[in-house]
């Protein structure tokens, strides 16, 4: 089986994100590999042991090769980095990785339910109607039998169970297994591991259909209203008051 | 012309009056959109919000999958010459709009807050960075798709009666095969619609002790989230959770007990109006975002919170 996962550089979860003129200032910011993607590389680990036939691709900024290291270093067989500093909208990265797809032709794509940057869900459907290609969103639980898939996965209401033929886009989500750590030796094979590098412009796409206009960090003030609960009774109470009378929320 | 895809039961849902609205606000032609079993039974209902219905019950959209539903509205977007069109930002949404988005070689925009339109297109507003940042963002494009956060817009307001047609769709089957659905049904006011929040976590210890947080739910008229940390437990049910991989929230206050303030916890109920945090721990990052808060053990302070909210009550 061949599998693709589609991986990406994000600001660390516990990082601080901060803006400059209305724009993200990443300078300073420690980056990772986003942690909803990291869960496809697994993945994709387990269902071929060794590596063998797994391919990264990333697409973005020339920061991304840390993570693309990550994955290598993770056991990833071989990596593909679209280098690119434009944010492209979702339909127009769709058209650019569907010709890297369609030239690797895998069975399947692991892509992260939700990114950690763009807060999106979109990437894994949109490159599953481009292909045309059926899709499981939110994946918990996968079984392979040769070219058919059985899942489960979330859905609005609770969860839904399904089978399909492969090839298939997956997204995937907590729950699905527990991502490995790097073994040092495995960092140090990473480095010598092929990484292609190319741009979206040989897939024809330079211009993105979506403009970022303004990013803005908008917290709202706390209160930070703070009781002492060593005695509970009063503590209590002395709360709900202020729920009530204050905040007016009760 | 704004086609608008309508999720309903047996009464069009929330988000549909929204969308409705959203486009009322736009202004111009509306067309509402119904596809599947029942859509001919809620059509008076839509009429109401629109200029024109189209309905569709072909048997290939039951039971739903992506493809076939992208399929069936980039096709109804195409011969009502849409230029704009809006999807639910529900998780079934928003794997939907960007396939539409897809199949009309649209722009989209992505779980808007705010939509207003500019010159050949949309401006809206979104959450990014988990839900640290809030983005603006513009599409001009021939066609601009766009899914819409759920609880963010006003609900369509009643006008004359548009048309109703019922449409014929050449249609494919999906080749998904879907082997079951288990529907997670709660006694309790649903989650994203309460206007009060109660969450455990981890500092709840067991399962059992999630009945200090039902029971002041129950006393306050709350609906009741959980950390990822009391789900990957099996405390609590995956629909409970809130955070970057479970459910948004913006509630009028929300209460979190026994929550430490995970970065992946508070992009999920980070926007409520009123954050209230129960914890052990004075240094918990809960307390840097909370409105109000008891800083003691939970095992004490609920249950004297409980008394308290029902003395209030009665
Ligand atoms: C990709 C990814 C996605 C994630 N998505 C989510 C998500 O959607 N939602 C989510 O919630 N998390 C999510 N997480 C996990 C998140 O990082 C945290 O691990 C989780 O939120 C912690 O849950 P918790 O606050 O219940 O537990 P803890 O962090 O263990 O906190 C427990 C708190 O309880 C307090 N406590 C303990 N005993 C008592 C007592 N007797 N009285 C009072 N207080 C007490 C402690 O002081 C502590 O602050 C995600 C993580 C990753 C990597
Ligand atoms: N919509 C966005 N706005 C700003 N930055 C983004 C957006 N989407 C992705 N990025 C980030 O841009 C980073 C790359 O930054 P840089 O290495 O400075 O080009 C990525 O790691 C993403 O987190």
Redesign the pocket.
């Known amino acids: 089986m061949k599998i693709l996962c589609l991986i990406?550089?994000?600001?660390d979860a516990e990082a601080k994100v901060k803006t400059k003129a209305s724009k993200?200032d990443?300078d300073g910011t420690t980056?990772a590999l986003d942690g909803m993607d990291e869960y496809g590389v697994e993945q994709a680990l387990r269902i071929n042991e060794g590596g063998a036939n797994t391919i990264a691709v990333a697409l973005?900024?020339n920061?991304f090769e840390d993570a693309i290291r990550r994955a290598l270093a993770m056991g990833i067989e071989r990596a593909i980095h679209i280098e690119t500093?434009t944010?492209f909208d979702v339909v127009s990265q769709a058209k650019i990785l569907k010709a890297v797809v369609l030239e690797e032709n895998p069975d399947i794509v692991f892509v992260g339910g939700q990114h950690a940057?763009?807060d999106s869900q979109a990437l894994g459907a949109a490159l599953a109607e481009a292909l045309e290609w059926n899709q499981i969103t939110w994946t918990t639980e996968l079984t392979l039998d040769n070219n058919q898939a059985k899942a489960t996965h979330d859905v609005d209401d609770g969860k839904e169970s399904l089978e399909l033929t492969l090839p298939a886009i997956i997204t995937t989500q907590q729950g699905l297994n527990e991502p490995r750590y790097p073994t040092l030796p495995n960092i140090m094979k990473a480095k010598k591991k092929e990484l292609k590098k190319t741009t979206p412009a040989e897939y024809g796409i330079s211009t993105s259909k979506v403009q970022?206009v303004a990013?803005e960090i908008q917290e709202r003030a706390r209160l930070n209203k703070l009781i002492d609960g060593k005695d509970p009774i009063a503590a209590a109470e002395q709360l709900i008051k202020l729920l009530h009378e204050e905040a007016k929320v009760i | 012309m704004i086609l608008v895809q309508c999720e309903f039961d047996t009464k069009l849902k929330k988000s549909a009056l929204e969308l409705l609205g959203a486009a009322q606000k736009l202004g111009g032609d509306i067309t509402a959109v119904l596809l599947g079993t029942g859509a001919g039974a809620v059509a008076t209902e839509a009429a109401q919000y629109a200029n024109q219905v189209l309905v569709c019950e072909d048997a290939l959209l039951e039971p739903y999958t992506a493809k076939t539903f992208a399929k069936a509205i980039a096709d109804l977007a195409e011969q009502a010459e849409a230029t704009i069109v809006l999807l639910a930002g529900s998780r079934g949404g928003r794997e939907l709009a960007p396939r539409v988005a897809v199949r009309l070689d649209a722009a989209y925009l992505e779980d808007a807050t705010n939509i207003e339109r500019i010159e050949g297109g949309l401006r809206i507003q979104h959450y990014?960075f988990l839900a640290r940042v809030t983005?603006t963002l513009e599409a001009t494009a021939p066609i601009v798709v766009c899914s819409v956060k759920p609880n963010t817009q006003a609900i369509a307001e009643t006008r004359a009666a548009g048309e109703i047609y019922e449409v014929e769709l050449e249609l494919t089957a999906s080749g998904v095969n879907i082997l079951g659905r288990i529907q997670e049904k709660t006694t309790r006011v649903a989650l994203t619609e309460a206007s009060l929040v109660v969450t455990g976590g981890r500092g709840l210890g067991s399962p059992e002790n999630f009945a200090l947080i039902e029971g002041l739910a129950d006393v306050i008229g709350a609906g009741v989230g959980a950390t990822r940390a009391a789900v990957d437990a099996g405390w609590r049910p995956y629909g409970e959770q809130v955070g970057q991989t479970g459910k948004t929230v913006q509630p009028n206050a929300y209460i979190a007990v026994g929550v430490s303030g995970a970065v992946q916890h508070l992009s999920g109920m980070g926007k409520s109006k009123n954050i209230i945090a129960i914890n052990k721990d004075p240094e918990a990052p809960i307390f840097k975002v909370a409105d109000y808060g008891i800083i003691g053990d939970l095992h004490t302070i609920m249950p004297a919170l409980i008394d308290a909210a029902k003395k209030l009550r009665d």
């Open positions: 990406r550089q994000v600001p993200m990443f980056m973005g900024s920061r500093d944010i940057d763009t970022i990013q | 990014a983005e």
